[in-house]
Nanobody, 124 residues
Framework: QVQLLESGGGLVQAGGSLSLSCAASGSTLTNPAMAWFRQAPGKERDFVTAISERGDYTYYADSVKGRFTISRDNAENSVTVYLQMNSLEPQDTAVYYC???????????????WGQGTQVTVSS
């Protein structure tokens, strides 16, 4: 079982920055691919960005490319993944979910483990 715990959400003005963190741990953790999804009120859950097991490959949704950066630190029995969000826009407002799975994918169904989510609100 893998546990994911996000932190760092909050309220920021448009044009500002926020940094999210996700601490992943568990007895079955073996450096999974990690990603962030987000879900705005009344909308479907959308892919944001993903990073490969060793952090050597990243992939971004077009809507966040050039503004968001994903990174990770791999330790022996834990992983921490970060999401640096710059130039935030009101349409970035959503609950952000950290996920872990066997490979990088835009499909939420490909990820086995989900965090509880953290709220990001961008005011105009």
């Amino acid at each position: 079982q893998v546990q994911l715990l996000e932190s760092g959400g909050g309220l920021v003005q448009a044009g500002g920055s926020l940094s999210l963190s996700c601490a992943a741990s568990g007895s079955t953790l073996t450096n999974p691919a990690m990603a962030w999804f987000r879900q705005a009120p009344g909308k479907e859950r959308d892919f944001v960005t993903a990073i490969s097991e060793r952090g050597d490959y990243t992939y971004y949704a077009d809507s966040v490319k050039g503004r968001f950066t994903i990174s990770r630190d791999n330790a022996e029995n834990s992983v921490t993944v970060y999401l640096q969000m710059n130039s935030l826009e009101p349409q970035d407002t959503a609950v952000y979910y950290c996920v872990a799975g066997p490979w990088i994918s835009e499909n939420p169904g490909d990820y086995n483990y989900w965090g509880q989510g953290t709220q990001v609100t961008v005011s105009s």
